[in-house]
Each structure stands twice: as C-alpha cells, then as structure tokens.
C-alpha cells in the first residue's frame, strides 16, 4: 500500500491528504524527523509562553510532544476533517487543552497579529508543488497577517528549490530577515540502505516593524551553527543545492563503494564563502586485493600539484589508489586563494568530516591515515590576476614543483584545472645545475623580482615535440646550413615555445598571432616574453589572419603551428577549436606551405569518433601524417606533409632528429633543455 503520492502536484490536493490519513490509521508518519531531531531548532526560536500557529499539522506526533514539555499554547489546524477528528479524539483525556481545528491554511478565521509564532512542518513543501505556487503563496499571506511584530515562521521543509524560492522571495518582499538551518545528519555506519538521503531544513522568518530595506539572509549549519550572511536569495539557493547534493553523495558513499565513480565536492571556508578544498572520492576495484586493515585514507595533494595528470585525471587518481592499496583513498586538493598554515591544520580542519565519506562497514573508531609527497603541503604564491574579454578571469602564479623546481604558471579560472602556460624559474644568484644537486633544500623566494624565465626549458612535453618536428625540415643538414627557415604559430600562451624557436633553433623567424591582447601582455610582463626582428606578434583572429595571407599570396612559411585551446568546453575536443579543421582552412594551410613544408598540430580530444573525423580531414588534404602520444596526458602531435605517406618518412626521422639536436644553438643566458631523438622515437603513423 503506497501512502506517497504518485506526482508532486498531489501534495497539495486536500482529496489526497484525505486518502493518506484514512489509509495511515494511528501510525504516524514522520516525514522530516521527529521531536528528538527538531528540538533544538525549535526551542530556540519558540518560546514556551508564545502563542502558537501550528500549520497543516497532520497526525504528526510533534505538537503532542511540544505540549508535553511546556508548550499550552498550541493551536493546530489541518484542511483534513478526518485528521482533525481523529486528532481530538486522541488527546481528548490526556490533553484536554491542545487544540485541533478544520481550518483552510489560505482563509484562516483569525484575527491579525494573534500568534507570535506559526509551525509549519511539511506543509510549505506540499502546497507550493501545486503549478504556480498560488497556494502557498495565500497560505504565507495568511501566516504573515495572523503573526505579531517579532513573530517568527518556523518551517521544515526539504527545500526543493521551487518551494524554497517561492518562501524567500516571498518575505524578502515583505521585508522580513530570513534564516535557514540545514539540519545534520546521523553519521552512524549502521545507518541501513533505507534511510532518507535528503537534509532537512528549518526555515525562519522574523517579522520587523518596519520592513527591512536591505534583505537579511543567513545560512547556519546545524542547529547552533553560526549564521553565514549572504548577499542574494541566488547564494542561499545555491548553499541549499550544494548541502543536498552532498547529502546525497555521502549516501551513496556510505552504502557503497564503485571503483568507476569519479565523485568529487567542493568544501567552501565557512566565512568567506570561498572554495577551499576539493576532495575526490576513488575506491579501488573489488578484486583488488586490500589489507584488512587498509580501508580508508587521504591523500592530500600538495599545492601547485593539483593539475598533474596523477591527480586530475580518473585513470591518474585509479592510479594513485591502486599504488597507495586502500579500499577508498580520498584525494584532496587545496584551492587559490587560500591560506594554509601546515599539514597538521589541514588534517585538524578535515577530520571532523572524514568519517562522512568512510567505505560501508567501516568502524567509527578506526584511524584514518593522512597520506602526502614528502610530508608537506608544496607552496604557491598568486602574484598577478586580472581579466581577459576572451577568457574570463586569469592568474599568475609562482610553484614549487614535485621535483623541488619552481615554475610559473598561467591559469585561466574559468578551467582552474588546466595550465595554459609554463615556465621554468631560476634565481637570479643561482644555477639551474645547482638546484639539481640541492632539490630538497629549495625554498621559496620571498620576492618574484629575483626569479627570472629559463627560456631553454620547455615545460610543455607537447611543445617540445612540435620543437622536435621540424627535424622533418632538416634543419642541420650540411645542405641546409645558412637556409633561413620560417613558421607561422597560432596561440601565444605564456610565449614559452615561440621565444625557445627564436632563440635556439638556427635561422628561425617566427610570427605569432594571438587573439587576446591581455594574453600578450601577460606574457610580456610575467613570461620575459621579447619580440623582436625575428619573433613578431599579430593580434587578430588566428582564422582570419591565415585567409589574408593567403589571400595576399606573398608568403609562404616552412612550418604552421595549431596551438590553441578551445573555449567551448562542451566539445570534446580541446584543442584547437573545431573551425581550426574544418576542410576549407587545412587547404589555405596547405598553400601556405613551402614545398617541403609541414603543419604541426596539438590534438587534444577525449571523443574517439571525433578524434577519427578530424585524422580523416587532416589526411585528405597532408597524405603523410605521424602522431605522438603525450605520456600521461590526452594530447597528441600530429606532423603532417603533402607529398609521400608516414611510412617513408620515419626511417629517416631518426638521423634528422640528431641533425636538429646537434644543430640547436646556446642562447645569451641558458642551453636548451631537450632530448629530440628521445621525443621522436615513439613517433607513430597516424
């Protein structure tokens, strides 16, 4: 016998209620918890000698237990006569006094401001379900005219996002402050498949005098939990969406365990407001074979580190658990602009919520470990932001690498897990060579004006195999001393690749188009990036700028270069931007090319099919294509050539890669930092 509604909008029918209370009998149904559970909230904001309004009260066993602690002045009301009569005769000897009316929520026969406080369990959530929410609304009128200057609306409710709009929205208008409390949940292991996933909320609204000009809207955690203040009902959503969604998330984490769910939240610092840390759920396979003992752990990635492959990608965390052998390892990733003071704080400020994402079956009083890289937290020092018209918001920042090495990065916070651009960093009063003998005794400088770029350091594994492509050009050959060789690159990021062609690669002239000029100015400003005679910048559209010169006729170039990322993140390709391989701009490719030429694209797309789609339109315009996997990442190269096929092109692939190795100049301040037979060696056709 089913005793829930069938839809929503049953809620709010009275027929409905009737056939509920007929079929439920005696047995009264909890549907937000019970006494024991609201207690708290409850006496906190309603006092025992108040006047009270109890809304819709069913034949929940609440106002009984209120009546039973001290509360005699409860009036409760129900649209269902067969509740209300059932009600009455229930309490008739042992509680003469508390009273059950037949009364329609939206027409309440009482006069104004006669209550200082009305109840409302559950009855928001069933008369707001109705299309358009004009129930609720009259009913909330009403609550607000029967209420008394002072007088608060206690309601508990689940909060669907509908219902709870319709409240706040509602009262905000009046002017009054508006609270909500998420209540916790059990966290007990035993808790069995059955139980209620939801959080309950208490919502309170406390009438003023004078309407409030300003909203007043609060968040609490817990009963006691100390009110967040937020600026707009859209931020009280969006808390309330992300305590459900967690609610839900520990559940399942509870019950069971799913070695191919990628399940991650977000923990935000309680007074800002801001994201602080990021914790990913992996739970290793159910064949592996686990220590007894090995059931729970974390894992906490040190700060500059969250981008590695290892932690961001699903088969780099798999990885990780399967190395560090637990049932569940939770991966935790520390956000920007936050502080934090040593391991030891962090493991203090997660702790007491470790225990909420423990596997099935695992003791509370067991110890859970807290597992790192070298036992520290890394360090990361912010030291640009700004805005991009194209990107959104970006930062600079300074890193300590895994190797002990400091790096500078370029992240666009619109994907903070991707890096657009890096670079390796040296101190002015140090060697790169002396760092490699002292890695452990590194420390981060107290000032980014005494770091500067290595410019011979590539720390892109995919720049340094388009790097390594041109050995395809045979670059160093006896035959090509002294011949100049040009290249066109769309996408300048940090200017890491174009500058390390400048200055290292022999007779090179490069132009880049880039289409952001904020881009440009990073780059300048923070990435030593120096155009000059023989490395040029054009802003403007990379599309566009190749149709002009090919429309100009008055140049061709011995490499063209794709790199750059694409902004539409719900492709599934990355990079480049799908216009970038459309047939019509692979052919003006082409006639830009010498004869001998190749086009080096960064492939980066996790769709197969698609991923087929642009090797099919590649090669139907460049016959010869090799391709190289980027270890650890989803990037691939591809060189591409007109004439010939891949086949002929790779027995001599190698010996042209120590052509270009041998030929690879010393730059004014640093040697290139490249293997180009080591990169070219696992150089596939495609």
Known sequence: MSLLPRTAEEFSSAEYWERFFKKRGEKSFEWYGDYNKLCGVLHKYIKMQDKVLVVGCGNSELSEQLHDVGYKHLTNIDISETVVSHMNQRNAERRPDLKFQQVDATQMPYQDACYQAALDKGTLDAMASEEGGELARNMLTEVARVLSVGGRYVCITLAQESVIRLAVEHFVQLGWAVRLHCLQEETSAEQNDDSFALPVFVLVCTKFRQPMPTPILEFCLGEDGAPNRLPLAADLLATVRERQAYSVLRKRLRTRTDADADSSLTLCHAKTGLPRYTLTVQDSPPAAKVPRFNQFA?????????????????????????????????????????????????????SPMVMDLAPPGMPENQQVPFLSVGGDLGWREE??????????????????????????????????????????????????????????????????????????????????????????????????????VSVLLVGLGGGGLPQFLRDFVPGVSVEVVELDPVVLEVAKEWFHFRPDDHLTVTLGDGLERICALEKEGARLFDAIMFDVDNKDSTMGMSCPPAAFVENSILHKVSSLLTSKGIFILNLVCRDSVLRKDVLERVSGVFPAILSRKIDGEVNEVLLCRRQGDGVAVLPSLKQAGHDLQRALRSGVNHSPKIDIADLLKDMKVA
Request: aromatic share 6%; with cysteine.
């Open 298 to 350: 974390i894992f906490i990635v040190p700060q500059g580190s969250e981008t590695a492959w290892l932690y961001s990608s699903s088969e780099g965390r798999r990885q990780l658990a399967a190395s560090a052998n637990f049932r569940r390892l939770v991966v935790v990733a520390m956000h920007r602009n936050q502080e934090y003071a040593d391991m030891q704080a962090v493991q203090s400020e997660l």
């Open 383 to 484: 030291v640009s932001r700004g805005v991009s018209e194209h990107s959104g918001e970006y930062c600079v920042e300074n890193v300590r690498g895994e190797d002990g090495e400091l790096y500078r990065r370029l992240v666009f916070l619109s994907n903070a897990a991707l890096v657009q651009s890096e670079s390796r960093l040296v101190s002015s009063n140090s060697t790169s060579s002396h760092k490699k003998k002292n890695k452990k005794k590194i420390k981060q400088p107290s000032s980014s004006s005494s770091l500067s770029v290595h410019s011979g350091f590539l720390c892109c594994a995919h720049h340094e195999v388009m790097v390594a492509g041109l050995a395809m050009l045979g670059i160093g050959k006896e035959k090509n001393k002294d011949v100049p």
